[in-house]
């Protein structure tokens, strides 16, 4: 069955440092890997979706990085901002891209 | 670009009552549509998802019970509420593409 775990848990930084937060899966053999936002009381907002064949992507001040045989992939903020602030949640699909399993998240702080 | 609705947004229950929330999604056919629970501090727990009309597969066992009557609309229901069923739900389509879509979430209080 296929975990997947999120490190840290929390994280506050104050506005212009570069983070990274990772995410870690136990099973190997998936269709892709997504980031997401979530703020307070809201949806998720897709980021980045990396497919299984790829090894990262980039879009704005973020990357998203992918080592399938290792289980881990990482989000790079570059230069955070306030509004940066939320929680941020990875997911990955099977081999059917049907079903998402995300991790618990990292709820990120941004201190003016 | 899709879009999904869904409501109420906000629900206080009593424990035992019934409840029904619906999705419905536009700019789309024949999606694979989700109910997600999330509850405080928690990540995502998939409930249901169906991949057509009258097609249902649920992941984990409870009182809740799914039904999409319509391409285009999701139901989730219960006949009587569990103080454990408080929490966040989301209803999130998959089209062509690869991403998962959300609406913007309905939050259930069992009281």
């Known amino acids: 069955k296929q975990e997947v775990t999120q490190i840290p848990a929390a994280l506050s930084v104050p506005e212009g440092e570069n983070l990274v937060l990772n995410c870690s899966f136990t099973d190997s053999a998936i269709y892709n890997l997504q980031w997401f936002r979530q703020d307070p009381g809201k949806g998720l907002t897709s980021l980045l979706l990396i497919q299984s064949s790829q090894r990262e992507q980039t879009s704005g001040r973020l990357n998203a990085s992918l080592d399938k045989s290792s289980g881990r992939s990482t989000l790079y903020i570059a230069a955070s901002q306030p509004g940066d602030s939320a929680t941020y949640l990875c997911a990955v699909t099977n081999n059917y891209g049907q079903n998402f399993v995300f991790g618990p998240g990292t709820r990120l702080s941004v201190l003016p | 670009s899709q879009t999904i609705h869904q409501w109420p947004a906000t629900l206080v229950q009593p424990v035992g009552s019934p409840l029904s929330l619906e999705c419905t999604v536009e700019?789309?056919?024949?999606?694979?549509l989700y109910w997600y629970r999330q509850a405080a501090g928690r990540g995502l727990q998939l409930l249901f998802y169906s991949v057509g009309i009258g097609q249902i597969s649920s992941e984990v066992p409870q009182n809740l019970s799914a039904s999409r009557p319509q391409d285009r609309q999701f139901i989730l229901s219960s006949k009587k509420l569990l103080l454990s069923d408080s929490g966040f739900y989301l209803c999130a389509l998959t089209a062509s593409g690869n991403t998962i879509y959300f609406g913007e979430g309905s939050w259930l209080t069992v009281v």
């Open positions: 700019g789309t056919s024949n999606p694979n």
